[in-house]
T-cell receptor, first 113, second 113 residues
Framework: AQSVTQPDIHITVSEGASLELRCNYS??????LFWYVQSPGQGLQLLLK??????LVQGIKGFEAEFKRSQSSFNLRKPSVHWSDAAEYFC???????????FGTGTSLTVIP | DGGITQSPKYLFRKEGQNVTLSCEQN?????MYWYRQDPGQGLRLIYY???????QKGDIAEGYSVSREKKESFPLTVTSAQKNPTAFYLC????????????FGSGTRLTVV
């Protein structure tokens, strides 16, 4: 079955530490890939997206993500986390034959001083 | 500034009552979407519309209805047939093809009282 998997429901990191949030997908061909961030009680904001080309993409707020075709993964990373990064993070895909997004269940990030 | 406006931010519904959530965009986007968000379940698609006067059911359309009489507006009605309507509702819009991702509204939290 087609799916988007975020295996980590909740992650806690210390401020200044590095961060990696995992995302795996199962679609036939490489879909469009996205990461969104959601602050409590707010809508979702686009962090970055991948369509094709360079497999390392840069986004806003110092985030980056790497597409690995062999692993069907699109993991989000940040070298040094700030307290303001505490939020819910969603991976999403658009199948290249589709017309809607499919979202993972999200990873909640807590940042401790 | 262009964006999506959802109103109200908080809404309370009595048992057996229909309520309508508003979604307005001034981005000139053709496509609009309604998602429901529940803790631990990510975002689930209720309805979407790719053009005025046309819309399609998403994965969880039962108990909901929509209209798309204007390009800018895509209201969602939660009917009394929706047995568990308490959730956070997000409206989104996009250009055709989803290449640039969704733009989300800030959401409406609906609670049954």
């Amino acid at each position: 079955a087609q799916s988007v998997t975020q295996p980590d429901i909740h992650i806690t990191v210390s401020e200044g530490a590095s961060l990696e949030l995992r995302c795996n997908y199962s679609y036939g061909a490489t879909p469009y890939l996205f990461w969104y961030v959601q602050s409590p009680g707010q809508g979702l904001q686009l962090l970055l997206k991948y369509f094709s080309g360079d497999t390392l993409v840069q986004g806003i707020k110092g985030f980056e993500a790497e597409f690995k075709r062999s692993q069907s993964s699109f993991n989000l990373r940040k070298p040094s986390v700030h307290w303001s990064d505490a939020a819910e993070y969603f991976c999403a895909v658009v199948p290249n034959t589709g017309n809607q997004f499919y979202f993972g269940t999200g990873t909640s990030l807590t940042v401790i001083p | 500034d262009g964006g999506i406006t959802q109103s109200p931010k908080y809404l309370f519904r009595k048992e057996g009552q229909n309520v309508t959530l508003s979604c307005e965009q001034n981005l000139n986007h053709d496509a609009m979407y309604w998602y429901r968000q529940d803790p631990g379940q990510g975002l689930r698609l209720i309805y979407y519309s790719q053009i005025v006067n046309d819309f399609q059911k998403g994965d969880i359309a039962e108990g909901y209805s929509v209209s798309r009489e204007k390009k800018e507006s895509f209201p969602l009605t939660v009917t009394s047939a929706q047995k568990n309507p308490t959730a956070f509702y997000l409206c989104a819009s996009s250009i055709p093809g989803l290449a640039y991702g969704y733009t989300f509204g800030s959401g409406t939290r609906l609670t049954v009282v």
